[in-house]
């Protein structure tokens, strides 16, 4: 039995759930109990805080965990990254008073920050040579500079709408962030297996993302200009039709020039273009 340990709430929380799902890995979400076993795989699911995780992946509480990237260089933990999952994208940024005049980094020189990345802000200031004073706060940096407990901020980014909320303004980017698969490097083998079989089911989810499953009919006097249109995986599958001078076309076409391909399709004659989003794609 393989254990994961996932954040019990948020964006981050919401994400991996559906990543379960689209592996179709059975489990629970019930926010009241802490430990859950997949119904229908050699699974169970450990929900702790987000800034357990590391360190409970490293200590072998559990096996692997699901943190946003962030939380995983601040915690410096020894445990490997098993995979970058792509979702849960955001940023740490510096940020300050919208009525302030920033001329550079510089400003920060002898400055107050709030944060809760004490170690990465710490890391981010020794490179670029400024010495400030860093304030430590566990939840709502955002109202720091407000309150007159800081002069700027680190701290998570994704819309920027808190900042704006809080009449302050990005200013520097110090890391960007997403979710990540973390392991524990002293995982036995037959956990190392069980693993591999539910990374092969999150290839499987990744590969038919943004994808479309199309189907068309074509003429056959213009098959092979279609052909050289289409970027499919390797090459289309073609089907005879009743009428002979027709034929079945099948594909996948990624959704970023899906409407530019279509269109061409359509400008070379292609009827009946039947399109059907891809739940998993095995390659």
């Known amino acids: 039995m393989l ?36 119904s229908n795989f050699p699974l169970e699911v450990l929900y702790l805080r987000d800034d357990d995780i590391p360190q409970s992946v490293a200590g072998g509480v559990a096996d692997i965990g699901v943190v946003g990237e962030n939380e995983y260089v601040e915690r410096h933990e020894d445990a490997d990254v098993v995979q970058r999952l792509g979702f849960s994208k955001c940023r740490l940024s510096l940020a300050i008073p919208k009525s302030v005049d920033y001329p550079g980094i510089e400003w920060f020189n002898g400055k107050k920050i709030a944060t809760s990345y004490p170690f990465i802000l710490r890391k981010f200031l020794e490179e670029k040579g400024i010495v400030a004073d860093i304030h430590v706060i566990t939840g709502s940096v955002e109202i720091s500079p407000g309150i007159g407990l800081a002069d700027g901020i680190l701290d998570i980014v994704s819309s920027g709408s808190t900042l704006i909320s809080n009449n302050l303004r990005e200013v520097e980017v110090v890391m960007k962030s997403e979710a990540l698969l973390i392991g524990n490097r002293q995982m036995s083998q037959e956990k190392r297996e069980i693993l591999q079989q539910m990374l092969f089911r999150f290839e499987a989810v990744r590969q038919a993302e943004d994808k479309k499953y199309v189907r068309m009919n074509a003429p056959k006097a213009k098959l092979q200009d279609i052909i050289e249109v289409l970027p499919g995986l390797k090459s289309p599958t073609i089907i005879p039709l009743a009428d002979d001078d027709w034929c079945s076309v099948h594909t996948v076409l990624d959704q970023k020039r899906f409407w530019e391909i279509i269109g061409k399709l359509k400008e070379l004659g292609a009827q009946g273009i039947l399109v059907t989003p891809i739940e998993k794609m095995i390659l």
């Open 3 to 38: 254990r994961i340990a996932v954040q019990s709430k948020g964006r981050l929380f919401e994400d991996t759930m559906n990543l379960l799902a689209e592996a179709d890995i059975k489990v629970s979400a019930s926010k009241r109990t802490l430990l859950v076993q997949s």
